[in-house]
């Protein structure tokens, strides 16, 4: 039942969240002037618009749910698909979560921190405590969860609105100054465009949402692609747009010793309706939060009842008919990423991560045009796409390693090569000794909880 607007809305709504509040500070630390920062978010936003493109010919191809997780599989088998599902459980969607619980807690504490940064036990307090309430609200109630959805996506597209045409009317005064010389002083480095490239995608992350509800669109083939051609270029549109209004109240340098971007601009620009910026942000950050967990919840499910982790986590609530257990695993996990970590190194682990499974799964695309070519392509892309975004995924991947390795990449790696051990251990072998443990642990965590397993569909 979704057509092509709702579509359009639907990849907007997605992808615009916390991140154009939080990245541009770190965008414009790592290339250090105007020019090359506008230049940036432009190129993220062709990225996750070829990138879509080719994610639109998976979905069509293989219309089945679960994102990557059957792409690979048919590409590649089981183990790939099995590693992407235990970094997605354990690394990209649990740091996800607590990135934007940070952003949120970092927006609704600057208020009452004027002209300092708010402590860093602060901070970490609000974001957890945001992790359980929305936690709890999606553990209790779908419908909760979905109206809590509608209601903060209102809330992100007013303070959108707000920043762009604040920002017009700015320009149309006159204020361009620190748009002179704009590529001047800028520090350019292999290593620092790709972090810079890293925190402008975790703004765009979200751009392949769509692939997980192609069987709900009204005429797949045709407003599959439309939306992505239209959603995307007016996500990046609007995050230029936002990032040229901050620039025309604050240079380079009090961008980047502002707390909160979007609470500095309302401070310059609002005052004294100011007080509106960092209340519609924490909406919007709460927003991606609860839609993130939303899915994620849904994926620790799924994950669950494929075999490929504990039998509980696959469960549903009798009363409430949530996939409660999953909800609270994932809110568990997202609370002790918070703990020792801050923005920034975050979304650098994310980021890497994330792009070894898109870069996996569009070759999977490359590798099914010669070994799967009696499979009905609805939609077909160039091969020039999957090819130039495959190569962008190896340099992000690479790049930062070799100019400037840092030990979290590495555990980053060992952690998805540890899947292969489990997978091994648990998957393949089937071993017996951790049921005999798991089995009072579950029968116990059902009365806790009062979940039963979902009842069989038969498809």
């Not at 309302?266 to 942000?281: C, E, K, N, T």
């Not at 975004?389 to 060992?414: D, F, G, N, R």
């Not at 017996?432 to 116990?444: A, D, F, L, Y």
Request: glycine letters at 6%.
């Amino acid at each position: 039942q979704v057509g092509l607007i709702s579509g359009i809305c639907m990849i907007v709504g997605t992808i615009i969240g916390s991140g154009i509040f939080v990245s541009p500070k770190s965008v414009l630390a790592n290339v250090g002037a105007v020019g090359p920062c506008l230049t940036i978010w432009a190129a993220c936003g062709i990225l996750a618009t070829l990138g879509a493109l080719c994610f639109a010919e998976l979905g069509t191809m293989i219309t089945k749910s679960g994102g990557e997780y059957p792409y690979l599989m048919e590409a590649f088998g089981p183990i790939p698909a099995f590693l992407f599902s235990w970094t997605s459980l354990l690394v990209t969607k649990p740091s996800s979560f607590a990135i934007i619980c940070l952003s949120f807690a970092e927006y609704a504490s600057a208020p009452f921190y004027p002209g300092c940064d708010p402590p860093q036990v602060v901070i970490k307090c609000l974001a957890a405590a945001a992790i359980v309430v929305i936690t709890i609200v999606n553990s209790l109630s779908v419908k909760l969860g979905s109206y809590l959805q509608n209601f903060l996506t209102a809330a992100k597209m007013i303070i959108v609105t707000i920043i762009i045409v604040s920002g017009i009317v700015l320009l149309a005064q006159g204020k361009t100054e620190n748009f002179k010389d704009s590529f001047k002083d800028s520090t350019m480095s292999v290593s620092s465009i790709i972090l810079a490239f890293y925190n402008g995608l975790w703004a765009y992350d979200g751009w392949n949402q769509l692939n997980y509800i192609t069987e709900e669109l009204k005429n797949p083939y045709r407003n599959l692609p439309l939306s992505i051609i239209i959603g995307i270029p007016l996500v990046t549109v609007c995050y230029v747009l936002i990032n040229i209004s901050y620039f025309t109240v604050m240079t380079s340098t009090e961008l980047l010793q502002s707390q909160a971007v979007a609470v500095t601009f309302g401070d310059r620009v609002l005052y004294p309706a100011s007080w509106i910026v960092p209340l519609f942000v924490a909406f919007s950050t709460l927003g991606s939060a609860n839609g993130t967990c939303f899915t994620a919840g849904r994926l620790v499910y799924v994950a669950g009842r494929e075999g490929h982790m504990l039998k509980v986590l696959s469960y549903i609530s009798v009363k409430r008919l949530t996939p409660a257990p999953a909800i609270m695993f994932y809110g568990a996990i997202a609370i002790i990423y918070i703990i020792p970590g801050d923005i920034n190194t975050l979304i650098n682990y994310f980021s890497f991560a994330v792009w070894i499974f898109y870069g996996l799964t569009v070759l999977a695309l490359i590798v099914m045009r010669f070994t799967r070519k009696g499979l009905k392509r609805p939609i077909r892309v160039p091969i020039i796409i999957p090819v130039i975004v495959t190569l962008v995924s190896v340099l992000l991947v690479l790049a930062p390693i070799i100019s400037a390795p840092e030990l979290a990449y590495l555990y980053c790696v060992l952690f998805i090569l540890s899947g292969l051990i489990v997978y091994v251990l648990f998957v393949h072998f089937k071993f017996n000794w951790p049921q005999k443990i798991s089995k009072p642990i579950t029968m116990h965590l059902q009365m806790l909880l009062e979940v039963v397993p979902a009842e069989d569909v038969t498809e």
